[in-house]
């Protein structure tokens, strides 16, 4: 089956079997591997890519369902040779140690700041809170890192953050 995608910016077209994760696609078909397999069953989010501007685990989409979709990885998140404010926060807040899930925590991040509304550590329910280190460790709970960086990871998005 024919698909195309929007793969940081630019039209990819590959022809696939239905059965493919998009994770698949973009590691063995276009090359792209900064998105890695942690567990293959969403559990670790070292797969973490954005579609259309909104983070998931790209091992449990198939990309036949993401057809037409804007995908954003961590090789388009910087803009040429600038950083994204959020790899270069990574680097200056010493974020990542073995460096095998920064990938996925660097796009769940990216789509974190553009998430909207509370979470399960809001008080009130009816406020956009501001995103504080219990917010950020919250929302990027699905995002696991077996060398223990998350003190310098949430130091990184709360640099970054609004």
Partial sequence: ????????????????????SLLDL????LGLIG?????DHGQCGACTVLIDGRRANACLALAVAVAGSAITTVEGLAHGD????????F???DAFQCGYCTPGQL????????EPGPSAVTG??????????EEIRERMSGNLCR?????NIVTAIAQVAP
């Fill in 107 to 114: 796009c769940s991040a990216a789509g974190m700041l553009g």
């Fill in 91 to 93: 680097i200056e807040h």
């Fill in 26 to 29: 973009l590691r063995e078909r």
């Fill in 147 to 151: 060398c223990g960086a998350y003190v």
């Fill in 35 to 39: 998105a890695k397999k942690g567990c």
């Fill in 82 to 89: 600038e950083l994204h404010p959020l790899q270069a926060a």
């Fill in 1 to 20: 089956m024919e698909i195309t995608l929007q793969v940081n910016g630019v039209p990819r077209t590959a022809d696939v079997d239905p059965r493919i």
């Fill in 124 to 133: 009130d329910l009816a406020a956009d809170p501001g995103l504080t280190p």
